[in-house]
């Protein structure tokens, strides 16, 4: 083995034990959850001044019943403040001055807060909110957010303590049930809420504000440092906070319902921010994290929190190693690989079945429903891998990043349409990004397949689907330019699907026929030929399997070598085949006889591996790849123009 051999597969090694690191800690976090315990906070006699902040931009669909369930909070009006920071540039304006006028006749001290340019973004507009603020405490909801009546009763009582900064509550979800994307955000939102923020909150760690359905001392906000530009302005401020001594507690019992984006290409948008941002705030505060005087522990999940999209950038860098390992690592030295690598899915799988009773009770009235949605949320969760890596590397160099919103429709439930609104995101390039490393981990796969390390097929393989399925619905999902789009027939989605078998089916069973059958075929007939009792047979196999080759060329078309060139196979296999005939003509000579029976023994195992090597490159070739992406962006286009 090489020297670069050896550092492959010591990065590669690393890379797989690096990953169960995440899920140790979540599977920690799993035990601290349930040890979860809220005791009743004191009564107040006197309730102190809140200030309600609403960061808004260009949400016409939205304010309005954001506007209407604040103003219903039950809470004395003469200590309630409410102000909207409204950055938008269309007619949310219009609508919040309207109902802001509506709600001041009736009483209410609700104020319409307009700045002239977005700097900062939302963190700018909260800051700035600050200044006009005069609340002792200040509550603070995104406009997707519906808060219960009695929120601001139920969590000002815990800031008895005067230690407590920050009380964040659970979200809820509107639309849970509107499709299979909500269903996956969902369910990775409550495994946050109910793993994460529990688990922290119990054990006395770090965690984080949510941005959104939770209650700041003013104070705190003041202490550490006010409101900071960043695209995690939360996760930043929060860490500000427990780094200056405040707590920030979480209220299990309270929810406060939300929408989930309905459009893959928001949510996309939304998790390459929070992978940014969170990378962003990490690269800020770790060190001062790591010098902090908590436990080792703490700083050991504080560590993981603020780096738990670094999570899958290594699992796309495990994948797009995989073929390089297979090539270069022996069976023994891949069973070691693989120990490491089944550390991850493992873990999470345990994970996930220590919180299946959990959410049985709480969200499913079946175990189908519950084992449905982990598996879209696994497919969800490993297809935004490329996507998410590309937001830590983008961090990680510092690049500066525009704040995108996450555009809402004031969809709830399964009604309402999100086609032919406005807001809708723009075709999101990294999905180009997200096909090619489905195709190559598909790759990847065949590779496995052949080579016969199959314990590196379920990774690869849900890898390929999840990022083939999120680029697909990507470009399904991408608007046109028209104003008014004619909803997609239940029809059409099957006739594309129709079309993408019937053309893709018979182009891999054609490449496999005469391509990958031929040269599989001969690798058989030279084991047969390398098991065979006498020289006789073996010659017998060895000639079936040269006339099963072509005469030339080299079905690596992507760095072809020598090694796999049929005319130079052809020819070591006639060589072979004239020392076995040699050998026959010298049985006599014992030791002569076994010695080039032996030889060529090796030898032909040696070219049968080679074959075997070459496979996935035949079947999958230049031409069956060009067929399958002029496929996928013909369907992809017939989508988006239906």
Known sequence: MSFLHFLLLTFFTLVSALLPLYTLAYMHLIALARRYRRDPPPQLVNWPTVTVQLPVYNERYVVERLIHAVCSLDYPREKLQIIVADDSDDDTSEICARLIEHYARKGFNIIHLRRADRRGFKAGALQNALTKSTGEFIAIFDADFVPPKNFLKKTLPYFSDPCVGVVQARWGHLNRDYSLLTRAQALSLDLHFLVEQRGRNAAGFYLNFNGTAGVWRRSCIEDAGGWLPSLAEDLDLSYRAQLRGWRLLYLDELEAPAEIPVQINAARRQQYRWAYGAVETAMRYLTQVLDARISSTAKFHALIHLTRHLAQLLLTVQV???????????????????????????????????????????????????????????????????????????????????????????????????????????????ALADLLAGLYALYASLYAFYSRTYLFLPLTTLFSISHLSVALITIAHTENAKPHVTKTHPNTVKLLTAILVITTVPAAVVSYVFNAYPMEVAAGFLDNASTAMDMESSLTYLDKAIQMLPSRGNPVWILPTPSTELGSIISDLKHIRTRLESAIMAENDVETYHAIYEDTRRALRSIAGQLRYSMPYAWLGPEAVVALLSTLCIVAMLLVRR
């Not at 189908?368 to 949320?377: A, E, H, I, W």
């Not at 937001?391 to 704040?403: E, I, K, N, P, Q």
């Open 320 to 430: 797009m190693l995989v073929p390089l390992v297979i090539r270069f690592s022996s069976l023994q030295q891949n069973f070691a690989i693989l120990v490491f690598m089944m550390l991850y899915p493992l873990t999470v799988s345990i994970s996930l079945l220590f919180l299946a009773s959990s959410f049985l009770k709480k969200n499913y009235g079946n175990v189908l429903g519950l084992l449905r949605d982990v598996f879209v949320l696994l497919v969800w969760g490993m297809g935004t891998s490329v996507n998410n890596s590309i937001a830590v590397v983008h961090a990680l160099l510092r690049s500066d990043m525009v704040f995108e919103r996450t555009p809402k429709y004031g969809i709830v439930g399964r009604r309402g349409d999100w086609r032919g609104l406005r807001y809708v995101p723009s075709f999101h390039r990294l």
